[in-house]
């Protein structure tokens, strides 16, 4: 594990990322607590690894303003507001489906606020990954949206797709379908300036 660690860090580095690993979640919360301004405004779309990390709480406590929209108790109307609001942030911290030994940081969504974000509007992008989220490459990263993330993630949200039964991905047409769009970031945007941290530990799906 050590090896793909360091050939993950060090591809994503050569392709522009900022790019850094960090030992364990309670160092990643002090560190990421240290690295946003207190005066930041900071969206965090769906991530359950974010969540992990209890980052939206500790944020919240110390003052910043934060936009998540998984709160509980939102109105769709109130739930869209808060997404919209996620593109115009100062820091959007989010996570990935997967990162690449080969330098490349991969998302599938189905909304698609999770993914936009990450390409344009927060001045900051900051993406907090376990050591379940690196794999060899591309095809590595597809294979475990469509065997790990998706079908772990449709059974979180009690949604009838086939993926739930049958444990992987079989390409449906569902109308709740949650693999919707495919983005790939080979490189950082030219405008947006993307951050990676690899936790030594599990997060997310």
């Known amino acids: 594990m050590k090896g793909i660690i360091k050939q993950t860090i060090k591809a994503l580095q050569k392709h522009g990322f900022e790019a850094k690993y960090i030992p364990s979640k309670k160092q990643a919360i002090k560190l990421?607590?240290?690295?946003?301004?207190?005066?930041?405004?900071?969206?965090?779309?769906?991530?359950?690894?974010?969540?992990?990390?209890?980052?939206?709480?500790?944020?919240?406590?110390?003052?910043?303003?934060?936009?998540?929209?998984?709160?509980?108790n939102l109105s769709p109307e109130q739930s869209l507001k808060i997404r919209k609001a996620q593109l115009?942030?100062?820091?959007?911290?989010?996570?990935a489906n997967a990162i690449t030994a080969t330098g490349e940081i991969y998302n599938m969504d189905g909304i698609g606020?999770?993914?936009?974000?990450?390409?344009?509007?927060?001045?900051?992008?900051?993406?907090?990954?376990?050591?379940?989220?690196?794999?060899?490459?591309?095809?590595?990263?597809?294979?475990?949206?469509?065997?790990?993330?998706?079908?772990?993630?449709?059974?979180?949200?009690?949604?009838?797709?086939?993926?739930?039964?049958?444990?992987?991905?079989?390409?449906?047409?569902?109308?709740?379908?949650?693999?919707?769009a495919e983005v790939i970031l080979h490189r950082p945007p030219s405008l947006t300036k993307i951050e990676v941290y690899i936790i030594g530990e599990e997060l997310g799906n």
């Open 113 to 180: 606020n999770r993914v936009s974000a990450t390409i344009f509007g927060p001045e900051r992008v900051i993406f907090v990954a376990g050591l379940n989220k690196l794999v060899l490459d591309l095809e590595s990263a597809r294979e475990r949206v469509k065997k790990i993330a998706a079908p772990k993630r449709a059974q979180e949200l009690k949604i009838k797709v086939p993926c739930v039964k049958k444990g992987e991905c079989t390409d449906c047409n569902s109308r709740e379908r949650i693999c919707r």
């Open 32 to 72: 990421l607590l240290r690295e946003i301004p207190k005066n930041a405004v900071v969206g965090i779309p769906g991530s359950k690894s974010v969540r992990e990390l209890s980052l939206d709480d500790a944020l919240r406590t110390r003052g910043n303003v934060v936009y998540d929209h998984w709160v509980k």
């Open 88 to 95: 115009t942030c100062d820091v959007l911290i989010t996570s």
